[in-house]
């Protein structure tokens, strides 16, 4: 059986790469750097010590320096942990930061939305919605524009984001790298290690992590996406011996931790994982931002 090829990068090579996307796109706006949104998780710090890194190189060049700022827009949904972790990587990248509670801006919408406060799902996405709103508007007012942090798996696997929310950005640096590539992007970097394998959330509601929410992990979608768009067919993706265990031992996991799987079988996780893709085409036609060309490789 034919195996699915997953792809592999030059770290050195792809962080350059990056680098000088956000550059070139800072540049060509006549822009004073880029404002981030972090979580404490991989993906947020994994894009700021990217920009970060980018801009260092390019201000022992240059004399008008490009600055990056890191706003850090909590809930009361947030943990301590997860800000302090934010607060920490700022500190050692050694950029300009702010934390401001968004609570009351989200709970004011009570007004005009209270339907939005009966579900968790759609107070989420205002939470994501405002947060993105205060970031855009912070990048405005300091003529900067707004990096956001999503990864391909997630923008282009599954479309696991909120439009006009964490969607709504200038300009996307990792949206080429899954989650897998991401976090060894993170360790190239030298991220600590309690936020390269912290579990991914979106944290916009209680007890809410990705796995949890969609019942499989980002491998498992990097693996399922990739065999799609490599002809691979439902039926024998469910038989392939890269897919079909892992999703088996998924599923497990998942009902010893969570009880009743909401996807017990693997020709169920393959099929969400399809319309999910399907409706991640459909917002990327609403909502693409400008994404870097990077060298990956296919053995």
Known sequence: MNLIKLPRMDSQKVSQEIGDFVIHSVLEVGATGCVVGLSGGVDSSTTAALINRAFARYNQKKDNHLELVGYILPTRINKKADIHDAETLVKKLGIRHEIHSIEKLVGAFKITNPEAFEENYHRGNLISRVRANVLSTKAATEHKILAGTGNRDEDFGIGYYTLFGDGAVHLSPIAGLSK????EMALFLGLDETIVHRVP???????QSDYKDLGYDYDVVELVTEGLRQGF??????????VAPLVEKQIANYRSVFGTPQLDSVDKVIED???????????????????????????
Do not use: F, W
């Open 180 to 183: 897998r590539l991401v976090r």
């Open 273 to 299: 994982i399809r319309r999910r893709h399907r409706t991640a085409m459909g917002k990327a036609k609403i909502v693409h931002p400008p994404t870097p060309k990077i060298s990956l490789t296919y053995d």
């Open 233 to 242: 067919s439902c039926n024998q993706l469910a038989s392939n011996r890269q």
């Open 201 to 207: 959330t979106a944290g916009l509601e209680p007890g």
